[in-house]
């Protein structure tokens, strides 16, 4: 499990190694996603490119590796605009938003950040540090040091690099808090005690 770490009054977010349990499932509309940068370029756009679409057939030609990796109904096309504002607005108070992210950061040269938005601002919460294979697959989520009933989230990439938001949900259960290094070590240490006690033991 990953953990990339926010400031502690705001979020935190882990990689999960699968989708999630016991979260209460959200629904994607378009009009969660608003473009704050520039207009999608590359080959996988369908329209103008300006806003984001539906797109529900992961054979498609414009699907490029995007799919949804729970139902095989649809999801969310970004496509291929820059800077993506998902706005999240739910019923009930919540401390993680969870949701797979499909093909992101597949071309040469790109990038993919996502930040939160603190006020006025942006914070930076993640990153995807190197390229990844074409049909990529991360399930994220996002951890509130406070439960919420609403987030913003920006995603940021290359103008020709899209990816796919599809399986969103949301729990009311706190996420776990990693272990600081020194613990893990004094874990570790106590642990190599215990063993060398019974060996002598035996002995």
């Excluded at 977010?13 to 207009?39: E, I, M, W, Y």
């Excluded at 989520?141 to 690099?161: I, K, M, N, Y």
Aim: glycine share 6%; charged share 20%.
């Amino acid at each position: 499990m990953t953990v990339v770490g926010a400031p502690a009054w705001s979020a935190t977010v882990r990689v999960l190694s699968k989708a999630p349990q016991n979260a209460t499932p959200l629904v994607l509309n378009t009009s969660d996603f608003q473009r704050v940068g520039h207009c999608g370029s590359g080959e996988s756009v369908v329209n103008n490119g300006c806003s984001t679409v539906i797109k529900r057939n992961p054979d498609a030609p414009h699907a490029f590796g995007r799919f949804d990796p729970l139902t095989n109904d649809y999801w969310i096309d970004s496509q291929d605009i820059d800077e993506l504002k998902w706005t999240v607005n739910a019923p009930v108070p919540f401390s993680s938003l969870i949701f797979a992210l499909t093909d992101a950061h597949d071309q040469p040269d790109s990038h993919f950040a996502m930040s939160i938005q603190e006020g006025e601002g942006w914070t930076s919460l993640w990153e995807i540090p190197d390229r990844q294979e074409n049909g990529n697959l991360y399930w994220l989520s996002v951890d509130f040091a406070e439960p919420v009933t609403s987030t913003a989230l920006l995603f940021s990439t290359r103008s020709d690099d899209g990816y796919g938001i599809r399986a969103a949900s949301i729990s009311d259960q706190p996420a776990p808090v990693p272990l600081p290094a020194s613990a893990a070590f004094l874990l570790a240490s106590v642990g190599g005690l215990a063993m060398l006690r019974r060996r002598k033991t035996s002995a």
